[in-house]
DNA sequence: CGTAGCATGTAATGAGTTACATGATTCA
DNA sequence: TGAATCATGTAACTCATTACATGCTACG
């Protein structure tokens, strides 16, 4: 139940209406927890309902601008250090549990795919370093260090298929 | 969709009933794909009815012992090859993007926790690491990778925030 | 006056969680 | 005969995706 405390944390920052939110889910949170406008506005609603944000500025065309309340801020807090939720999935590594059900030489190519494509992200958050606000800096950090063990593994990876395959055929 | 496959590939590897299956996945895939009964017994009635499987060998007290088709094959062949599939959530890296509005104290506290229980998981994997079959290695490795990033980062991350809140104070 | 951008939603469907519900067989 | 294990499911609910649907306003 995240996508309420993406919403808690974006008006903790800045009120905004549900426009200005979904442009936030579409740049800044694309990658880390994408939303839907329908997703966003119903939760919007379920959140001024419980109270922990509301309408602080009704605007022209429909326009609803929210604030953050006080239970607002202590349930974001909360939830900032509570413990990671179990139930994480990775098709990743789903993938990889299978990956010998293949022939090995598609498997190969998947492991080299794998890699190019991790180091074109890399490259392209590489290029958009400086941009990163102070703010941000810890996620940006976190991902650049993920994505770098990625393409490391996906090359080792695919260097040990190679190597047990020529093991085998010989 | 990927619940779908997870099932296609350990249908692939040996035929099961849904009980057989949910041993596994409450053991190896555990931590990878969970699922639950009523999740799984669904998805095999949809299966079958799809022809990616088919129930091979009826037994007692209502057992139904599925097994992969070559449609099944396929489709998971199909999968495996297939890029990553957009949508990846993250909790830790939207916590992160809101950190900043709690305590500092509090964020550090938040970030040694978390490299401590980094490091507490990658000590159990290392445990058992010889336990792992060879067809599980790669993903073990990946995962071992990520735990270890995981860990340095959030040590390097709290120092960070130690100077910066310093500096701050100075 | 038209179009780009602002601004809000509903409906249908699929995926995942939790709780409930039942019955057969084996073995001590 | 009673408990553990085998074995299957349904129902109610929440969360996420896709498509549909509508209307106002500023600006050129």
Redesign the interface.
Known sequence: M?LR??VL?LL??DPGSGYDLMKLFDT??R????ATRSQLYGELSRLADAGLVHVSAPGGRGRKEYSITDAGRAE??A???S????????????????????EPS?AR??LR?QAE?AAKELAELEAVERLVPE??R??F???L??L??QQ??AA??EG?LAESGATMTE
């Open positions: 995240s405390h993406a944390g903790a920052r800044s949170l990658t880390v927890w994408p974001l807090h939830w900032l250090l413990g990671p939720s179990r139930g994480a999935r990775s098709e990743m590594l789903l993938r990889l549990c299978f990956l010998g059900q293949v598609d190519a998947y795919h494509l703010r941000g810890l996620a950090e976190l991902g260090r993920h770098r063990v490391e593994w080792w990876a040990r």
